[in-house]
């Protein structure tokens, strides 16, 4: 079935190290978002990829989007404590609904 | 102003037994879900209501059931309850993505759902 493969499922980084999460769908995607979810909170929004080779940036956040739509990256620059969560990739279940299909997160732990 | 608000927030209940979560959004959305997210963080969506007419029906047992009484509003009852069914669950809603083009999701704080 529908799926987005996410990888590493875990990352443990020092403070200051990067932190790259990356998406794979079998499928071209309409587009991409992206969500954060802290420690015992909810998904928060974090962005929408729409274009081909889109790339975009959130202060310390890089979002890109793949050439062929089928992947995508979030990359953290120099990781702090707050940006501890997991981050997880969603495509939409089929061209007419809005019901997200997500990965599997990425927990992201930073050791100060 | 609590954006996409669940209760309760904690639920604890015995095997077999019939409970409701009750969610409400004040965004004005017309399409709210239901997701359900597990030990491992796994999200899954189980429900996508819109304009009072459900639209996607994933594969969950029909034990669960979503009512919406108003746009703003999408329950979750779910009938004699399994271990299996220990899990947070969000609701969130968002706007068609035909009226806009970004269709982002806001989500609720969650209820976690404790089945002994």
């Known amino acids: 079935g529908q799926q987005v493969m996410q990888i590493p499922q875990y990352q443990h980084v020092q403070e200051g190290e990067d932190f790259t999460t990356y998406c794979n769908s079998s499928t071209t995607l309409s587009n991409i978002q992206w969500y954060k979810q802290r420690p015992g909170g909810h998904p928060v929004f974090l962005i929408q990829?729409?274009?081909?080779?889109e790339v975009k940036k959130q202060k310390r956040l890089t979002f890109q989007f793949g050439e062929a739509k089928k992947n995508s990256s979030l990359h953290i620059t120099a990781t702090q404590t707050t940006d501890v969560g997991t981050y997880f990739c969603?495509?939409?279940?089929?061209?007419?609904?809005?019901?997200?299909?997500f990965g599997k997160g990425t927990t992201l732990s930073v050791s100060s | 102003d609590t954006a996409v608000s669940q209760t309760p927030k904690y639920l604890v209940t015995q095997m077999g037994n019939d409970k409701s979560i009750k969610c409400e959004q004040n965004l004005g959305h017309d399409t709210m879900y239901w997701y359900k997210q597990d030990s491992k963080k796994f999200l899954k969506i189980m429900f996508s209501y819109n304009n009072k007419e459900l639209i996607i029906n994933e594969t969950v047992p029909n034990r669960f059931s979503p009512k919406s009484p108003d746009k703003a509003h999408l329950n979750l009852h779910i009938n004699s309850l399994e271990l299996g069914d220990s899990a947070v669950y969000f609701c969130?809603?968002?706007?068609?993505?035909?009226?806009?083009?970004?269709?982002?999701?806001?989500f609720g704080p969650g209820t976690r759902l404790t089945v002994l």
């Open positions: 969130a809603s968002s706007l068609r993505v035909v009226i806009r083009q970004h269709n982002e999701q806001f």
């Open positions: 969603a495509e939409r279940v089929n061209q007419a609904g809005t019901a997200l299909i």
């Open positions: 990829l729409v274009k081909s080779g």
